[in-house]
């Protein structure tokens, strides 16, 4: 059950006001967790690896603690406060920090390290929200592979740091978001400064059993002019996505198409390469039945650039999962899934990985 604790503060005006701090978070491992890769190198031999685990962690979803809070600042007015701290290291408050002050009636403002709307909105509609196998989880994050194929030159587009974003009131079931992110590094009087920014907006609607949303974020990297970067001139990415998702009672049906494009044009003659340009459709199903509630999803895509490593790559995976609540914080989890990248027609260089991974845990909320 979370914690709640009352700060008392005086005011220096007449009254006193209170804020309110929740601390909760999420706990997750794995009783069991079999993972295999099969790797099909571009001289075809092919080469796989089992791992077997017990009490591992983090495989459905991270572990962290959570303190967030809230003051009533009067005529509509309210500030919030953020930290979130993973279980797998970094500094307090790593995963999120930040505040956001709302208004009833104008919106509201947050301020430092946290997950864009208009970047990972895609995950309230996939099919698959589980970082496991199976998911779509990779087409947005910072990992240094997409499905174990290509590079994510543009980086990561869920959370950042130096980031602001306007979030409107809701108007008729629609809300609005607009984000932007700016940091600039002198990374030495060789290497000169080095700029990334990240700008996004994205539309979210919801009725009833309806509910969609769409999004287009940006991240560019970027050396200043006369620089001596080691750094290409210039890195680019983009992220869209749509999703809807309908709520029959019965079962939860969802669908999202997400496309990501990465490229670097060339510190001296400007030259262009593409890194990515994927193209993914997701769909999935939840159906509760009493304590349990079993999902499925599929994606199929394919990543089709210019460079001969990843070149025409077809991807595809697939999710199942079954949720058994013991209470309204404790559950019990087995999923299984796969993520395939494999060559397509005319690919003779690239690296195909296939990952399978099979797991059964226990979730604890907090």
């Known amino acids: 059950m979370k914690k709640t604790l009352i700060a008392m503060a005086a005011v220096a005006v007449a009254g006193t006001a209170s804020a309110q701090v929740t601390i909760g978070g999420t706990m997750t491992f794995d009783a069991l967790t079999k993972t295999k890769t099969t790797t099909r190198s571009a001289a075809d031999v092919v080469t796989s690896s089992t791992a077997d685990d017990t009490g591992r962690s983090n495989t459905l979803t991270t572990s962290q603690l959570l303190m967030s809070g809230t003051e009533d600042l009067g005529g509509g007015m309210s500030i919030g406060f953020v930290m979130n701290t993973g279980s797998d290291g970094g500094s307090f408050g790593a995963r999120d920090r930040n505040l956001n002050l709302s208004s009833d009636t104008a919106g509201s403002v947050r301020v430092g390290r946290f997950i864009p709307s208009a970047s990972m909105g895609f995950y309230g509609y996939s099919g698959a929200a589980t970082t496991a196998a199976g998911s779509i989880y ?7 592979t997409i499905f174990g194929a290509t590079s994510q030159v543009a980086g990561s587009f869920e959370r950042n740091d130096n980031q602001l974003q ?17 940091t600039s590094t002198d990374e030495s009087s060789t290497l000169g400064q080095v700029a990334t920014k990240q700008q996004g907006y994205s539309i979210a609607y919801a009725a009833g059993a309806l509910s969609a949303g769409a999004g287009r974020n940006t991240r560019d990297v970027e050396a200043a002019e006369g620089s001596a970067s080691a750094i290409a001139a210039k890195i680019d990415g983009e992220l869209d996505w749509y999703g809807i998702k309908y709520d029959m009672g019965v079962a939860t049906l969802k669908f999202t198409n997400v496309q990501r494009k990465d490229q670097t044009a060339a510190a001296t003659t400007g030259a262009i390469t593409v890194s990515n340009d994927i193209n993914i459709n997701s769909f999935g199903v939840s159906v509760p039945m009493g304590s349990m509630t079993f999902s499925a999803s599929m994606f199929r895509g394919d990543n089709d650039v210019s460079a ?8 595809s995976g697939n999710q199942l ?28 260089a690239s690296v195909a990985t296939k990952v399978t991974r099979t797991s059964a845990g226990i979730l604890h909320t907090f």
């Open 138 to 144: 990779g087409v947005g994050s910072g990992s240094a």
């Open 321 to 348: 999962m079954v949720n058994y609540a013991l209470s309204k914080r404790t559950s019990i989890y087995a999923v299984t899934g796969q993520t395939d990248a494999k060559r397509a027609s005319g690919n003779t």
């Open 308 to 315: 001969a490593a990843t070149d025409n790559m077809d991807l």
């Open 166 to 182: 306007y979030t409107s009131p809701t108007f008729d079931g629609l809300t609005f978001t607009v984000n932007y992110g700016s």
